[in-house]
Structures are given as C-alpha cells and as structure tokens.
C-alpha cells in the first residue's frame, strides 16, 4: 500500500508519523540543496569568476538528510538522474 504526500509516495504500511516526518524532511533537504546547487552551477557555468560557492553543510545531520533525500528520490524516480551537484 502506498499513498501519496505532497510530491512524493511512500509505503506507509508500517511507517510511523514520525518516521513519514523523518523522511518528507529528508526529501525537502536535497531539494532545497540540489536546487541550489544547480543555481550556483548555471551562475558558474555563464561567469566562471563568480565568487559563489556550492553549499556547504550545516552538520553531518543536514548531509545526512541530503544523502537519505537522494535515496528517496532514486526510489521514488528510478528513471531519473539525482547525482549531486557540485
């Protein structure tokens, strides 16, 4: 049994609210870091002297999440390409 929340679908069967609450910020952290990154890479891409610079992470939670977001795309959407950028 799956549902879906938001932009993504998990199995619930079995997931807590709380572990839902682990993995949807999971989710949302490599969104919100790989759409950055993409930006910083466009701004580079057109101007190589920038000064920006890819993100940095706040914590080895914050990489964490990032790392476990990436697994939950690649299951979600494993036609897709979700390599980092940067």
């Known amino acids: ?3 879906t929340y ?3 679908s998990l199995p619930i069967k079995g997931l807590s609210i709380r572990q839902y609450d682990i993995y949807k910020r999971s989710w949302n952290t ?3 870091i790989q759409t950055y990154n993409a930006q910083v890479s466009t701004i580079v891409g ?6 920006v610079s890819y ?3 706040a914590s080895g939670d ?7 977001g990436q697994y939950l795309h690649q299951q979600v959407y494993p036609g ?3 390599n980092s950028i940067g």
């Open 30 to 32: 490599f969104d919100k």
């Open 80 to 82: 897709s390409n979700f």
């Open 55 to 57: 993100w940095r992470y």
């Open 46 to 51: 057109s101007n190589p002297t920038a000064s």
């Open 6 to 8: 938001g932009c993504f």
């Open 62 to 68: 914050e990489k964490a999440q990032y790392i476990q």
């Open 1 to 3: 049994m799956s549902s």
